[in-house]
């Protein structure tokens, strides 16, 4: 009987050690759906056979950036050596409100001699799997994990409303210029502000008809 005993706890001990840690990520507090964010890229090859645009080729440019809904949180490109070219691109964008950045992404084929090429960087964020009730509320919960549809709520209004959804990548960058008194403005007002009990309690009447 004890050998029978023995043998079950190094059973045990044998396959406690053999235990292989799940990669659970709903064990702790932090949100399992988050908003994931993917990058388009639209590609306008405008001919600019000496260097520039033409009248009706940047008209074509201003109608494609007018099919795009250029907006806010797009990024502008200009693929190409020719100056001219990318001021007129950098025109047509303004009217837009838009700068074009420095750079340009990799694209699919080589840009044609006589040609620039015109790339619109559009990024979307959402959270994928969502709602996501995979998971009954019925069912028990012996890991203490949380529900799988934790934080759809909440992160997908957030990739709904973002502005710009590169922020939520790696925030913004500061201009450098900073601004005493717009910084200071809050503080000032609270500092200003009498303290809530200094006038007393207000006399409240309680009887009928007055």
């Known amino acids: 009987m004890r050998r029978k005993i023995g043998l079950l706890l190094l059973a045990s001990a044998v396959a406690g050690c053999g235990h292989v840690a799940q990669d659970l990520p709903d064990r702790g507090y932090s949100a399992v759906n988050v908003p994931v964010v993917s990058r388009t890229n639209y590609v306008f090859d405008a001919a600019a056979p000496a260097g520039a645009l033409s009248p009706s080729e940047s008209a074509r ?72 009730w995979n ?33 939520l990548v790696h925030g913004r960058e500061g201009s450098g210029v900073g601004d005493a008194m717009t910084a200071s403005k809050a503080v000032g007002a609270y500092r200003a502000a009498p303290p809530t009990g200094s006038k007393g309690l207000d006399e409240t009447n309680t009887r009928k008809g007055n």
């Open 61 to 132: 440019l201003d109608s494609w950036f007018n099919s795009l809904d250029l907006r806010y949180g797009d990024a502008i490109y200009v693929d190409g050596g020719y100056e001219a070219a990318r001021a007129q691109v950098a025109e047509v964008a303004g009217n837009y409100g838009m700068l074009v950045s420095a750079g340009a992404p990799v694209t699919t084929g080589a840009v044609a001699p006589g040609t620039v090429r015109v790339v619109v960087t559009r990024a979307v964020a959402s959270v994928p799997n969502c709602p996501n």
């Open 135 to 167: 998971g009954q509320p019925s069912q028990p919960n012996y890991n203490n994990r949380m529900m799988p549809n934790f934080g759809c709520s909440v992160n997908s209004n957030l990739a709904a409303m973002v502005a710009n959804p590169e922020d």
